[in-house]
């Protein structure tokens, strides 16, 4: 009887597991069977969306539109649970002035951020590639410049994923 129930409970850890694996798969053949077009309007909602959660200001709720693995590894184990800083320095670019000439680096301070919008989405014909959402920033200041945000498909969703280290 013991050999029967420890079987049973090994068939439906097993049976458990191969069901995760067919629904992630599943997912993950959704968002791949989406059209460029399909893909290039979910990331702009998707972006959007982030954009609203930051002029609010709630950097924990802007978790949400990151890799799980992203968030563990950047923010989590780098920069030791500091959300702020992972958002914001994810938010990084290039500031060029009127001549086009590049004016430096900055991360800005999410007080410091007058506007954002999506200035233009590229997706990628490689599923295993990133697309990208480029999104315009001015700051109070008004030096403006675009951040350049890298999409991903995580277990069949959209999420942004940045460079780590």
């Known amino acids: ?60 709720k802007a978790l949400h539109f990151f890799s799980p693995a992203y968030i563990k590894e950047q923010n989590y184990n780098f920069l030791e649970g500091r959300t702020e800083q992972f958002v914001m320095e994810f938010l990084g670019g290039f500031v060029v002035n009127e001549e086009g000439e590049e004016q430096g680096f900055v991360t800005p301070d999410k007080n410091n951020i007058a506007s954002m919008r999506i200035k233009d989405v590229t997706v990628s014909d490689d599923p295993e590639a990133f697309s990208y959402a480029y999104v315009e920033i001015v700051l109070k200041d008004g030096r403006k410049y675009v951040a350049e945000l890298p999409v991903e498909v995580y277990e069949g969703k959209l999420k942004y994923h940045g460079a780590v280290g």
């Open 1 to 60: 009887m013991k050999i029967f129930v420890l079987l049973s409970s090994q068939i439906l850890i097993t049976m458990k597991r191969i069901i995760a694996i067919v629904l992630t798969l599943a997912a993950m053949a959704s968002v791949q069977a989406q059209t460029p077009t399909q893909v290039e309007k979910n990331i702009r909602k998707m972006t959007n969306e982030f954009i609203s959660v930051i002029m609010t200001g709630k950097m924990e």
